[in-house]
């Protein structure tokens, strides 16, 4: 995210924008904890799947949302 366009954004803003991604990285890292312990639950049933590659894979959206949060909560600290 770009520092001179969160610099443009209100508090309110912000906060908003923080909080979306805050609820986004929840709700991800939950679902991907539940198919992943779905997946090996498959896997013990019938065999090994290739569909563990897939909640493992997209777990590396969380890091990049994290750094997304970091950086807002930056700047509304910034702000105070």
């Not at 679902?31 to 090996?40: E, N, P, R």
């Not at 896997?43 to 569909?51: C, E, F, K, M, V």
Request: positive net charge.
């Amino acid at each position: 995210m770009n520092q001179e366009s969160l610099s443009k954004l209100s508090n309110e803003e912000l906060l908003k924008k923080y909080t979306a991604a805050k609820t986004m990285v929840w709700l991800l890292a939950i679902v991907l904890t539940g198919v992943l312990l779905f997946f090996i639950y498959v896997s013990i049933q019938d065999g090994l799947t290739p569909l563990l590659a897939v909640p493992l894979a997209l777990s590396a959206i969380i890091p990049a949302n994290v750094k997304n949060m970091n950086i807002l909560k930056k700047e509304m600290d910034s702000r105070k």
